[in-house]
T-cell receptor, first 114, second 114 residues
């Protein structure tokens, strides 16, 4: 069963638009949460991560994500996107209930039109 | 000065052949991984090594055999290639385990089995 869900497979928007990518997971208990990004032709790199504390996490390049425990969600946001944000975005969850292995969502391809 | 490097980047081969993908990291990390990304973009862990010892071995056919000659290298050998092995294979490394650590990925090796 799919344990990390990213609802949007493709998102197309214009520069300066706001972006929100959904991520839901199905594990209970303690979780560590990550968003990775893969720019065209490049390797995956970490955008941000949440382990504990403030559920609103700020990452690189103006991205932030909010952990809502009651909704099992960790949505990624950026208030104003740029053309250079065109990439594939992956949510990932490490849960003790899943044997402490990093489980990735299926990715969301974001295209920002100039 | 690439942190995690994989070779080859592209590999096209016939069914039944044996092939290897090499991975090297120069970050001094203790843990290395192999992930498989299928046609639907899902990233699934295959193997994890910590200091040359196998830590994670997911349900992977025994045609796949990882080899870690030292903690900076984790190679993947695949015997008797099948059509379903076509995918992008990502190598990654981390200082700590996946629970707390950030993964650093290679650029991927796209394997096409004809």
């Amino acid at each position: 069963a799919q344990s990390v869900s990213q609802h949007n497979h493709h998102v197309i928007l214009s520069e300066a638009a706001s972006l929100e990518l959904g991520c839901n997971y199905s594990y209970g208990g303690t979780v560590n949460l990550f968003w990775y990004v893969q720019y065209p032709g490049q390797h995956l790199q970490l955008l941000l991560k949440y382990f504990s504390g403030d559920p609103l996490v700020k990452g690189i390049k103006g991205f932030e994500a909010e952990f809502i425990k009651s909704k099992f969600s960790f949505n990624l946001r950026k208030p104003s996107v740029q053309w250079s944000d065109t990439a594939e975005y992956f949510c990932a969850v490490n849960a003790r209930a899943a044997g402490n292995k990093l489980t990735f969502g299926g990715g969301t391809r974001v295209l920002v039109k100039p | 000065d690439t942190a995690v490097s994989q070779t080859p980047k592209y590999l096209v081969t016939q069914m039944g052949n044996d092939k290897s993908i090499k991975c090297e990291q120069n970050l001094g990390h203790d843990t290395m991984y192999w992930y498989k990304q299928d046609s639907k973009k899902f990233l699934k862990i295959m193997f994890s090594y910590n200091n040359k010892e196998l830590i994670i071995n997911e349900t992977v056919p025994n045609r796949f055999s990882p080899k870690s000659p030292d903690k900076a290298h984790l190679n993947l050998h695949i015997n008797s290639l099948e059509l379903g092995d076509s995918a992008v294979y990502f190598c990654a490394s981390s200082q700590a385990s996946e629970v707390t650590g950030e993964l650093f990925f290679g650029e991927g090796s796209r394997l096409t089995v004809l």
